[in-house]
């Protein structure tokens, strides 16, 4: 079983990476993009034998605790 | 005044940490490793600056759950002091002994230079005894970039927690001389009870006129005499 986990910044926070992928993907030549925000993607393999649902509840709390700051972050995990 | 200095792996301003306290209050700071449980009696603990654990995942995550940490929470409750310095700053956040988060400079560049920082809090322990408006110290960073909602950051101002701000040569703080992007110019604060400072510029390279200044000596010697 894996539990995916994507990480992105909060409305409102700066993102001067995703400002310079946008300036970027501009001066190639790539219209129509009006914004981009950057983020992190954490996979996780976790034992079989864990139930899903407590699955979901245990990556929350590794997120809350250490895989997310949720001060400037937003985290979201998908279970598979 | 007794102190410690912490040391992470990737911390590489232990030893300037070091050298300025042995300086300024005459007594040997103990070094403490991260996998310590225990802590040495002492007045003060300095977090230095660096890339502690390679700064993954975020600059300061991976220390703020190190062994020696909760040693580190307890002084600080207790009501030692506790002076976090770059690195340091980041790791204070990252334990949530501070408000806020610190983010990637504006420019995404690492910034290493002098810069101006406005003295906005005297009543603090790190700064009663400093003399000008302004202090000269050098920064080196590259997530320096202080970040909290306008929520926490009005509370800072009414609490007289910002202790120090980006300003340019003549004490003006604005745009230009906000080096990182932080909001508000924000370069350094402290916790409501002000036993905890966390700053990005690092006063422990400027504590002797080889450092090409020594206004940083100053914070060290307002702790002395706090705890005089």
Known sequence: MKARVHITLKNGVLDPQGKAVHNALKSLGFEGVDDVRQGKYIELQLEDSLPEDQAEEKVKQMCEKLLANTVIENFDIEIA | ?228
């Open chain 2, 1 to 228: 005044m007794k102190s410690a200095v912490i040391v992470f792996p990737g911390s590489n301003c232990d030893r300037d940490a070091q050298v300025a306290l042995r300086q300024i209050t005459g007594q040997e700071p103990a070094m403490v490793w991260h996998t310590e449980s225990d802590l040495p009696k002492v007045d003060l603990v300095v977090l230095p600056g660096g890339f502690s654990y390679g700064d993954y995942l975020r600059c300061g995550a991976m220390a703020s759950h190190s062994n020696v940490m909760k040693a580190v929470k307890d002084h600080a409750e207790q009501g030692g002091l506790l002076l976090g310095i770059c690195n340091g700053f980041q790791i204070l956040v990252e334990s949530h002994l501070l408000p806020g988060a610190m983010l990637t400079n504006k420019k995404l560049k690492f910034i290493s230079r002098n810069v101006h920082l406005k003295v906005e809090n005297r009543d603090t322990p790190f700064s009663k005894s400093i003399t000008g408006e302004t202090i000269r110290i050098p920064i080196a960073n590259h997530d320096g970039c202080y970040f909290a909602d306008d929520a926490t950051l009005d509370q800072l101002e009414q609490n007289g927690q910002v202790v120090f701000r980006y300003c340019d040569e003549t004490g003006a703080v604005n745009d230009n001389a906000n080096v990182n992007g932080s909001l508000r110019n924000i370069a350094g604060i402290c916790n409501d009870r002000k036993n905890v400072l966390g700053m990005m510029p690092h006063p422990e390279r400027a504590v002797d006129t080889y450092h090409g200044g020594t206004d940083g000596a100053e914070l060290f010697k307002s702790m002395v005499e706090a705890l005089a």
